[in-house]
């Protein structure tokens, strides 16, 4: 019975490392490792995912994110910390653990080139321990979800990247597993699929079937549009974990506001100017009004002064628009503010 | 239980079969190195016949059996290690591991095509060999024929599973197949008789799985000799499979242990 923290989340993850070692003794001569220092890929990561949640995992190359996800898969072995999915522990339980999760990775190669889509999935449901009628059916419902069912009695080699991107989420989805790994699952897809493919994740296996997501990508706005959390890596660390409001209160990134108003004179020009909390004030006056724009780190307070300000002054405001920070500005931040504590 | 190896062997027997001209081809070459065995065992005069007596004394019908068993050990050390790197650069490995299939399980049903194409070649050879080029296999017994087989097949595989440890680990060359492979078709009695060996060569040999294979199978297919009078060499292919098997168990536990935590499962 494992311990009631790690069976209450899909994904529970305990100070998590992996230390890549070079090689020593006898291996040290044969060995096909190039690597002279030790090197950490994966440094003490603590994860809490939730039941049902699509959780996204961004970061530069290099990151630590595949390192990470295969140590999740029991395709590597951690170098010390814990890690549970769905109740079981990656080293101790890792037949169940695989019983459990569904990995849909970005490398459209890894099928048999020369046997149909429906051979090759049938083959991936036995190993997955399907058979007879059961298979045929779950085969035939994955092939339809992802819409290559005219195809699939097709050779693979014959399928298109979108097509061959499409197959590895049929496969990942082969046994409706309780947790699935998607790596960049729309790399190579056109936009439209992109989009189908976004929409299949967040409504049929998140919202429907009430499945756990955990998606990798490189597409910011992919990760804004589809996922509860992110978790932003970088150095084999996790550098900010949370939904993007939480991201954006923890760095406080600056909110940018534009109004467009009524003439404004010089003396309120300088009044605006000086209100605490609306930093780089621009005042642009032509002909047939004014257009106000500024930053703030305190979201809505530095509006409703600017807004005060001008109402009181019997200025009409025609138009006024904000403009949080992208999840691109936050990755960015998040990055620098990372290395920087790290030079630190 | 059974369904995975046989998924295996579908996948296998639909991948070669789309090959047809390969296919063709290989039943082609096979019957051209028969045929070339043939024409050099008409060289062979009755003098130089004096060491294949105990095998009836007819050159051709002894290479014919040594070519035919010697496909197990070929099979045997290179299909689980060429296997695995096979799945690795098809990028197929990867999507293996993370289905709840144990590896060993895995690894064994990958060589089930190429042990079963071995076993076709070797009695394709045999029949050949009796239909048209007169090896008489009438005084075959069957039983240890049979038993020989397995018994081959269980060594060789054991040793072959040592060498895709050494690949796991070190992605290429290993010195299991240098040893087993490049050392069996000299010493083992593959195409002469170990008598016309030197002394410490003739000695080398006795510590190689694929003598007493060789030997156990002319002397089941050709004098029709059964389990009783072969005792000697199927208890000597016993003992190489007692050690071998928990010894490349261990290796290969190892290995991919090694491999997990050098994190290089999927490297080739």
Same mark, same amino acid.
């Given at each position: 019975?494992?311990?009631?923290?790690?069976?209450?989340?899909?994904?529970?993850?305990?100070?998590?490392?992996?230390?890549?070692?070079?090689?020593?003794?006898?291996?040290?001569?044969?060995?096909?490792?190039?690597?002279?220092?030790?090197?950490?890929?994966?440094?003490?990561?603590?994860?809490?995912?939730?039941?049902?949640?699509?959780?996204?995992?961004?970061?530069?190359?290099?990151?630590?994110?595949?390192?990470?996800?295969?140590?999740?898969?029991?395709?590597?072995?951690?170098?010390?910390?814990?890690?549970?999915?769905?109740?079981?522990?990656?080293?101790?339980?890792?037949?169940?653990?695989?019983?459990?999760?569904?990995?849909?990775?970005?490398?459209?190669?890894?099928?048999?080139?020369?046997?149909?889509?429906?051979?090759?999935?049938?083959?991936?449901?036995?190993?997955?321990?399907?058979?007879?009628?059961?298979?045929?059916?779950?085969?035939?419902?994955?092939?339809?979800?992802?819409?290559?069912?005219?195809?699939?009695?097709?050779?693979?080699?014959?399928?298109?990247?979108?097509?061959?991107?499409?197959?590895?989420?049929?496969?990942?989805?082969?046994?409706?597993?309780?947790?699935?790994?998607?790596?960049?699952?729309?790399?190579?897809?056109?936009?439209?699929?992109?989009?189908?493919?976004?929409?299949?994740?967040?409504?049929?296996?998140?919202?429907?079937?009430?499945?756990?997501?955990?998606?990798?990508?490189?597409?910011?706005?992919?990760?804004?549009?589809?996922?509860?959390?992110?978790?932003?890596?970088?150095?084999?660390?996790?550098?900010?974990?949370?939904?993007?409001?939480?991201?954006?209160?923890?760095?406080?990134?600056?909110?940018?506001?534009?109004?467009?108003?009524?003439?404004?004179?010089?003396?309120?020009?300088?009044?605006?100017?000086?209100?605490?909390?609306?930093?780089?004030?621009?005042?642009?006056?032509?002909?047939?009004?004014?257009?106000?724009?500024?930053?703030?780190?305190?979201?809505?307070?530095?509006?409703?002064?600017?807004?005060?300000?001008?109402?009181?002054?019997?200025?009409?405001?025609?138009?006024?628009?904000?403009?949080?920070?992208?999840?691109?500005?936050?990755?960015?931040?998040?990055?620098?503010?990372?290395?920087?504590?790290?030079?630190? | 239980?059974?369904?995975?190896?046989?998924?295996?062997?579908?996948?296998?027997?639909?991948?070669?079969?789309?090959?047809?001209?390969?296919?063709?081809?290989? !039943? @082609?070459?096979?019957? +051209?190195? $028969?045929?070339?065995?043939? *024409? &050099?065992?008409? %060289?062979?005069?009755?003098?130089?016949?004096?060491?294949?007596?105990?095998?009836?004394?007819?050159?051709?019908?002894?290479?014919?059996?040594?070519?035919?068993?010697?496909?197990?050990?070929?099979?045997?050390?290179?299909?689980?290690?060429?296997?695995?790197?096979?799945?690795?650069?098809?990028?197929?490995?990867?999507?293996?591991?993370?289905?709840?299939?144990?590896?060993?399980?895995?690894?064994?049903?990958?060589?089930?095509?190429?042990?079963?194409?071995?076993?076709?070649?070797?009695?394709?050879?045999?029949?050949?060999?009796?239909?048209?080029?007169?090896?008489?296999?009438?005084?075959?017994?069957?039983?240890?024929?049979?038993?020989?087989?397995?018994?081959?097949? !269980? @060594?060789?595989?054991? +040793?072959? $599973?040592?060498?895709?440890? *050494? &690949?796991?680990? %070190?992605?290429?060359?290993?010195?299991?197949?240098?040893?087993?492979?490049?050392?069996?078709?000299?010493?083992?009695?593959?195409?002469?008789?170990?008598?016309?060996?030197?002394?410490?060569?003739?000695?080398?040999?006795?510590?190689?799985?694929?003598?007493?294979?060789?030997?156990?199978?002319?002397?089941?297919?050709?004098?029709?000799?059964?389990?009783?009078?072969?005792?000697?060499?199927?208890?000597?292919?016993?003992?190489?499979?007692?050690?071998?098997?928990?010894?490349?168990?261990?290796?290969?536990?190892?290995?991919?242990?090694?491999?997990?935590?050098?994190?290089?499962?999927?490297?080739?």
């Amino acid at each position: 019975m494992n311990n009631l923290s790690s069976t209450d989340y899909a994904i529970y993850v305990d100070q998590l490392t992996k230390r890549f070692c070079p090689p020593k003794g006898l291996l040290k001569l044969f060995s096909h490792s190039n690597l002279k220092q030790p090197v950490n890929a994966v440094s003490g990561v603590d994860l809490k995912i939730d039941k049902s949640e699509l959780f996204g995992l961004l970061g530069p190359n290099g990151a630590g994110k595949t390192t990470l996800i295969k140590m999740l898969c029991t395709l590597i072995a951690p170098t010390s910390g814990t890690a549970f999915i769905n109740g079981y522990d990656v080293v101790q339980q890792e037949h169940l653990v695989r019983q459990s999760i569904g990995l849909v990775g970005s490398e459209e190669r890894s099928f048999y080139w020369r046997l149909s889509a429906r051979d090759n999935l049938e083959f991936f449901a036995t190993l997955y321990g399907l058979s007879g009628r059961k298979m045929s059916k779950r085969i035939s419902e994955v092939i339809d979800l992802v819409g290559l069912g005219d195809h699939a009695d097709r050779m693979f080699q014959t399928y298109s990247t979108g097509m061959k991107q499409k197959m590895c989420v049929a496969r990942g989805l082969l046994t409706d597993p309780a947790v699935l790994f998607l790596d960049e699952p729309t790399r190579s897809v056109d936009p439209l699929t992109a989009e189908h493919i976004r929409m299949f994740i967040k409504e049929t296996l998140v919202r429907d079937h009430g499945r756990t997501v955990v998606l990798t990508t490189h597409r910011l706005e992919e990760a804004e549009q589809v996922c509860d959390r992110i978790a932003i890596m970088d150095n084999g660390r996790i550098l900010a974990c949370g939904s993007m409001d939480e991201l954006r209160t923890i760095l406080r990134t600056p909110c940018e506001y534009e109004l467009i108003t009524g003439k404004v004179d010089g003396k309120l020009s300088e009044q605006l100017k000086k209100l605490p909390h609306a930093d780089n004030m621009q005042i642009h006056v032509d002909a047939s009004g004014c257009n106000i724009s500024f930053v703030s780190h305190k979201g809505g307070s530095a509006l409703a002064s600017v807004i005060r300000l001008l109402t009181e002054s019997g200025i009409n405001i025609h138009h006024c628009r904000s403009e949080e920070a992208s999840l691109e500005r936050l990755f960015a931040g998040i990055v620098k503010k990372g290395i920087d504590g790290t030079n630190d | 239980m059974i369904n995975r190896p046989l998924a295996f062997l579908k996948r296998d027997y639909k991948s070669a079969t789309s090959y047809r001209l390969n296919f063709t081809l290989q !039943i @082609c070459g096979m019957i +051209l190195s $028969i045929l070339t065995f043939f *024409f &050099i065992s008409r %060289l062979f005069d009755e003098s130089s016949k004096r060491l294949l007596k105990e095998y009836g004394g007819d050159y051709f019908s002894y290479v014919l059996i040594g070519i035919a068993f010697t496909g197990y050990l070929g099979v045997g050390l290179s299909s689980f290690s060429s296997g695995l790197a096979q799945e690795q650069s098809l990028g197929t490995l990867e999507a293996m591991l993370i289905t709840p299939t144990r590896l060993s399980t895995i690894l064994l049903s990958m060589s089930i095509w190429s042990f079963l194409l071995t076993s076709i070649n070797t009695l394709l050879f045999l029949a050949f060999g009796a239909i048209f080029l007169g090896v008489n296999v009438s005084h075959i017994n069957l039983g240890s024929a049979l038993l020989t087989q397995a018994l081959t097949v !269980i @060594c060789f595989a054991s +040793l072959g $599973i040592m060498s895709a440890s *050494f &690949i796991m680990v %070190l992605k290429r060359g290993d010195p299991i197949n240098w040893i087993f492979g490049g050392v069996s078709a000299l010493l083992g009695g593959v195409y002469f008789p170990i008598g016309t060996l030197p002394k410490a060569l003739a000695k080398a040999s006795s510590l190689l799985p694929i003598t007493y294979a060789l030997r156990a199978a002319r002397l089941s297919v050709l004098q029709g000799y059964g389990i009783k009078e072969l005792k000697f060499e199927l208890g000597m292919l016993v003992g190489f499979s007692l050690v071998f098997i928990p010894l490349s168990m261990l290796m290969f536990r190892w290995a991919i242990r090694r491999a997990r935590i050098d994190g290089s499962l999927m490297h080739y």
